[in-house]
């Protein structure tokens, strides 16, 4: 559910009236949620759909677990039942991370970024899933069937893009089991959700757990690729060194490619685009397999 920032301003001064004097800046970049900035301190976020409550709930006991065991900076995130349900947390210094920022990076920078987050999400996979299910983790968002993927994304599809858009649901639809198995992710790792210092050129900080949980490994390797495809490269082959595992290329190049076309097809008009979304999907079609 979408609402304006007067909306979330009165939402959040319910719970905080101590906050009446602060100044309040909406933040339109999240997919899931709205996020609201408090005097460059202070976020505040609103689920856009109906499962966003829950998954901030849980998303706050998880951090509490995760913390501890990230080199990168995470939110301690704090939840308020509502209604309306938000979760709030001590906003991460920097900023997100855009394709035109990365673009403007030097080489030393961007392999640094790459290695700094193939680091974050060696980490997650390695932890006990034993006190992250206790902590409420669970599977990650169930995709629909790439069928049905396609059928709601080709109206907004130009002709000259159905046939590829049919062949990765097609692809995707018969695909084996991850070879790589199950492991706990962010599954969520874009610009967006990062804060990043762009006078030092590194990444502090992680954020926006609502999508993370255990899933398929090669599909944690999906969103870097909304800042730069070159980064999901450099990610990945950094992975592979620090872990041992072997990432198959052509299978997160079909399930991104699926995840666009999802993606397309559920969002409202205003997020094509404000985020670009058949741009995107066009830019990832020389990419496939």
């Known amino acids: 559910m979408e609402a304006g920032l007067d909306a979330l301003r009165a939402a959040i001064l319910a719970a ?100 700094d987050l193939a680091g974050f999400q060696a980490a997650l996979h390695g932890l006990d899933h034993a006190p992250l299910r206790q902590a409420g983790a669970g599977p990650v968002w169930p995709w629909p069937a790439p069928e049905a993927i396609l059928h709601q994304a080709l109206p907004r599809l130009p002709p000259g893009l159905r046939a590829a858009a049919t062949r990765i649901a097609t692809d995707c639809a018969a695909m084996a089991p991850d070879p790589a198995g199950i492991v706990f992710g962010h599954f969520d790792t874009h610009g967006w959700n990062l804060a990043f210092d762009h006078a030092a050129g590194r990444v502090h900080g992680v954020f926006d757990f609502g999508s993370s949980g255990f899933g398929p490994l090669h599909r944690d390797f999906l969103a870097p690729s909304f800042i730069a495809p070159e980064l999901t490269d450099r990610m990945m082959a950094h992975y592979e060194a620090l872990t041992g595992r072997r990432l198959d290329r052509d299978r997160v190049a079909l399930l991104t490619g699926l995840q666009r076309l999802m993606e397309l097809g559920e969002a409202t008009e205003a997020q094509v685009a404000r985020f670009d979304l058949l741009p995107n999907l066009q830019g990832w079609m020389h990419r496939l397999p």
């Open 16 to 115: 905080f009236p101590d906050l009446a004097g602060a100044r309040f800046t909406l933040l339109a970049d999240g997919w899931e949620s709205q996020a609201v900035d408090v005097d460059d301190r202070l976020i505040f976020r609103f689920p856009r759909f109906d499962r966003g409550a829950g998954e901030l709930a849980r998303e706050a006991r998880l951090l509490a677990a995760i913390g501890p065991s990230v080199k990168l900076a995470v939110p301690r995130t704090h939840f308020h039942p509502g209604p309306p349900c938000f979760a709030w947390h001590v906003k991460l210094p920097g900023g997100t991370l855009l394709p035109t920022h990365y673009a403007a990076l030097p080489e030393a920078a961007r392999q640094r970024l790459a290695e």
